[in-house]
């Protein structure tokens, strides 16, 4: 066996394990859970959880960890060793069913929006035994959601395993009508792809702001950017062609196929993409894979920057969030066949698909917002703020015809000759690819691009399988009741084309036009955090929610809170890393510079030469000038920070305060200082330029 054969999955609890060590009966009982959703024998667990025990620490693994997501965006783990005291003196090892299936975290020390209190502390860990368990820095890790003593969600997993069952019962009850007798479950899919950024550790340990906030809050433009666009699929030096190697081989021992790395647009900029897998194991392994980046990062002397503008003026980073729907049978639900307008399968799930992202825009672009997806979203790297749906011209043609009283074909892709005798002709496909699309259809997938980088894909992915569930609920309820399906097939498609066709857009999204259009059509421009998190409340998403047990009401408003409160720290700690930066490193660097500037001028002019000073004295005029609107606008973002500070009790007013006010500041005190930057002493400067971060490693 190769050595990828040998390590991939070794450290994972996975099917093969199981049908290894369970007993029959207990592997089939477990499998039934798995695959049909059905209850979880406590004793199926007991034996389970001996199993598990006795792999692990064949392994030599000596402590268990309940591995949850909490509403930080990052997991979590409290680490309990196997070992049991005996009366002689000595231990025992132990793991039983109930380790197993329940742990007990303190809930009040997360984020919860409210629904924990201090003296409230008690919550729940339940294994999760959909997503395997694994073997991470000598603990077993087990997948488990988070909830509160009182039953509410108080993670990112909870909801998204709901999500996940509320679209397939939507989903079945479409395709029995449509004739499908043999489909047992619909299963959504995704494959997360990550861009990340690599920088020395020795550079970034030298600057305040990468280290408390992620990304640089001062940094002038490097005299070579991405212009040149010679970094994307450029050949990996040799540095980071080690960290990958590492890499992969980390995830997969974790199970993670790692399947594509390459070079991103911007310097220093890099991605790495999985093979597709359903939607709960690909968020879990998202998670693994952000934290394996940045573990091995460091072994190689560097660090991975997780965040989605870590440099400004360049492209920034996020995760195309690659979502589709099969059947258990191995159908892919959104494979629109060599006919499509034939395919009528594919066009009721495909147009459910589109009514649901042009009902609930709101709620898709809440999915993908966080504080540095602000930087990023309507950047030339990313989508605009408007959600839009790319189908490219073999299915808009198909949606035209449906429109205009049904489809009777469908354009086909064709070959290309490249006009080279020895190279041969390649199939074209029926579609081209926009990158300027938030969620464009890809074959036979959406890719929904405006995902954050460091954010988990659970919310994305449970919003898009609940809005997808509604909008196949309602499909459901009207062929259910048809007399004659097909023809109402045709009544439901006609119907959704006409009334939901103006959230496709197969042109430019960064245009300027697109804009204008866009607000014709009434399409919303949620372009800030701060004013999408408002959909969280909206009572339209509280009842969608709500109808199909993915969020309550008071989940949902936890979660508004939760969201707020982030954004509020977020920029919170931006405002005053930026303001200690300025005051403490900045401002004494240039003063330094000015004051030896001065004195050199002061220098000549006692020498008596008659000699031009003029160049020094208007360098000195200007950085002087610059020097006071700095210490100017230092004073400016104090008042700001102290007065945001001082707003209690609206959580949205102070957000909104933070982001109109606050941050605008930070982008003023930030100009005064890039410019300084230009003009001082790259010996005075006290901290690594970009040019030192992108072009370093």
């Known amino acids: 066996m190769s050595k990828l054969g040998e390590i991939f999955g070794s450290n994972v609890f996975n099917d093969s394990v199981m049908r290894e060590r369970l007993p ?13 959703g059905l209850a979880l024998d406590p004793a199926v667990a007991e034996v389970v959880a001996g199993a598990m025990k006795d792999w692990a620490i064949e392994k030599g693994v000596t402590h268990f960890t309940h591995w949850f997501q909490p509403m930080t965006g990052i997991t979590a783990e409290k ?62 890790c087990i997948p488990t959601a988070f909830c509160s003593y009182t039953g509410e969600a108080l993670d990112k997993k909870t909801p998204l395993l709901r999500s996940m069952e509320a679209l397939s019962k939507q989903a079945l009850r479409v395709l029995r009508v449509l004739g499908n007798t043999t489909t047992s479950r619909v299963i959504t899919t995704v494959g997360p792809e990550q861009e990340y ?37 450029g050949s ?97 639900l959104l494979e629109p066949g060599h006919t499509p307008h034939e395919n009528e399968q594919f066009l009721v799930f495909l147009t459910a698909v589109i009514k649901a992202v042009d009902e609930y825009a709101d709620l898709l672009r809440v999915s993908a917002a966080n504080p540095g997806n602000d930087h990023r979203l309507g950047a030339n790297e990313a989508p605009p703020a408007i959600v839009s749906i790319f189908l490219g011209e073999q299915l808009q043609d198909i949606l035209e015809q449906i429109e205009n009283g049904g489809a009777t074909s469908s354009k086909s892709g064709s070959l290309m000759k490249i006009g080279v005798s020895t190279l041969p002709a390649l199939p074209k496909d029926a579609t081209d690819r926009n990158r300027t699309s938030p969620f464009a259809f890809t074959g036979n997938k959406f890719e929904f691009r405006m995902v954050p980088s460091s954010s988990s894909i659970a919310q994305a992915n449970f919003t898009l399988n609940t809005i997808v569930a509604e909008t196949l609920s309602e499909i459901a309820d009207r062929l259910e009741k048809a007399a004659d399906v097909n023809e109402e097939v045709q009544k439901i ?12 857009f197969n042109g430019n999204g960064y245009s300027e036009e697109w804009v204008a259009e866009a607000e014709k059509r009434g399409l919303p421009n949620i372009k800030t955090t701060v004013e999408s998190i408002k959909a969280l409340i909206d009572e339209k998403n509280l009842k969608v929610m709500e109808k199909h047990g993915v969020l309550s009401r008071v989940e949902m408003q936890s979660r508004y809170e939760i969201s707020l409160e982030h954004y509020i720290k977020t ?22 510079f000015a004051t030896s500037l001065a004195a050199s001028i002061n220098t000549i002019k006692a020498t008596g030469i008659d000699a031009d000073v003029s160049a020094q004295a208007e360098l000195l005029t200007e950085v002087s000038a610059l020097t006071a609107s700095l210490k100017k606008n230092i004073a400016v973002l104090e008042e700001s920070v102290e007065k945001a500070a001082s707003l209690h009790g609206d959580t949205y007013e102070q957000a909104a305060f933070y982001r109109f006010d606050v941050f605008e500041k930070m982008g003023a005190l930030r100009a005064d200082a890039d410019k300084l930057e230009t003009l001082v002493d790259k010996e005075v400067w006290p901290f690594p330029t970009y040019e030192d971060l992108l072009f370093s490693v």
Request: aromatic share 8%.
């Open 24 to 36: 029959k009966a207990t592997y089939k009982a477990l499998k039934k859970t798995i695959d049909e």
């Open 79 to 140: 680490h309990d060793s196997f070992i049991s005291p005996t009366g002689d003196g000595k231990v025992i090892l132990e793991f039983s069913g109930k380790e197993l299936i329940k742990g007990e975290p303190d809930a009040s020390s997360f984020p919860s929006g409210g629904l924990r209190a201090t003296f409230e502390a008690r919550g729940y860990t339940a294994w999760d035994c959909t997503s395997p368990a694994f073997i991470k820095d000598g603990s077993l």
């Open 197 to 233: 950024f690599i920088v020395d550790k020795k550079l970034y340990d030298l600057r305040k702001d990468l280290i408390f906030t992620g990304r640089t809050l001062f940094g002038a433009k490097p005299p070579k950017g991405q212009e040149l666009e010679d970094h994307y699929f």
């Open 236 to 332: 990996l030096k040799e540095r980071i062609s080690a960290y990958m190697k590492e890499v992969d081989e980390e995830l997969w021992k974790l199970g993670i196929s790692a399947k594509t790395k390459h070079n991103e647009v911007a310097p220093a900029q890099h991605e790495l993409a999985p093979i597709f897998t359903t939607t709960n194991i690909a968020t879990d392994h998202n998670q693994l894979t952000m934290e394996v980046m940045k573990k091995v990062a460091l072994r190689h002397g560097l660090v991975c920057l997780l965040h989605e503008k870590p440099f400004a003026g360049i492209n920034g980073s996020g995760k195309h969030n690659n979502w589709s729907m099969g059947t258990d049978d191995g159908v892919n």
């Open 493 to 504: 498609l006609f119907e959704i084309v006409k009334n939901h066709k103006r959230v496709i």
């Open 571 to 592: 920029i919170n700690i931006e405002a005053l890393t930026a303001l200690n930066i300025a005051k403490k490193q900045i401002l004494p660097a240039v003063i330094k």
